[in-house]
């Protein structure tokens, strides 16, 4: 049963990067059956999603963020990162990254909360 | 951009009644790529459904998606105590992937 675990920092400051790493396990990154995405869910609100990464490094992006967002991948740690640029309140959110396949978003890590705030 | 719009927004029901839950594409939805998620308070989504109809692996037969082209349902045949969550819909048939509003099915 492949896993994610997201991990970061929890507060950013305005106009800052938020930068936040999901670790896989129990399974290759480099499998080449999956898309590696981030997903986010602002307090009490719904479900947006942010962009993905194939392991080979070919990246689809959220247009209404693609300004801002950098999504890599670094096969030889099965992780891959996120990095926002610019961050406002409205960035105030539980992160999620998860595994997009043939059966949708089958595998979620538990999430993690950050807060854009001086 | 497909924009899903789920209804009710909450559900008020008993233990072992019948829920329907309803979400609709605002185009048609490709290869009817249509999941549902179940979501708890400080948990992730749970995936429950993908291509509209197929039950995710380890989901209880009580829970059955339907639905094709713009139209789709989440049915709980019989509510569990432990069925009470918020349900999303989402589609992956095009960029970018959206999600529902979400129902609420709460205990009345």
């Known amino acids: 049963q492949v896993q994610l675990q997201e991990s970061g920092p929890g507060l950013v400051k305005p106009s800052q990067t938020l930068s936040l790493t999901c670790t896989v396990s129990g399974g290759s990154i480099s499998s080449g059956n999956y898309y590696w995405t981030w997903i986010r869910q602002n307090p009490g609100k719904g479900l947006e999603w942010i962009g993905y990464i194939y392991y080979s490094g070919t990246t689809y992006y959220n247009p209404s963020l693609k300004s801002r967002l950098t999504i890599s991948v670094d096969t030889s740690k099965d992780q891959f990162s996120l990095k926002l640029s610019s961050v406002t309140a409205a960035d105030t959110a539980v992160y999620y990254c998860a595994m997009y396949g043939d059966y949708a978003l089958s595998n979620w890590g538990q999430g993690t909360l950050v807060t854009v705030s001086s | 951009e497909i924009v899903l719009t789920q209804s009710p927004g909450t559900l008020s029901l008993s233990p072992g009644e019948r829920a329907t839950l309803s979400c609709r594409a605002s185009?048609?939805?490709?290869?009817?790529?249509l999941a549902w998620y179940q979501q708890k308070p400080g948990q992730a989504p749970r995936l429950l459904i993908y291509g509209a109809s197929s039950r995710a692996t380890g989901i209880p037969d009580r829970f059955s998606g339907s639905g094709s082209g713009t139209d789709f349902t989440l049915t709980i045949s019989r509510l569990e105590p432990e069925d009470f969550a918020v349900y999303y819909c989402q589609q992956y048939g095009s960029s970018p992937l959206t999600f529902g509003p979400g129902t609420k099915v709460d205990i009345k």
């Open positions: 185009q048609s939805v490709s290869n009817n790529y």
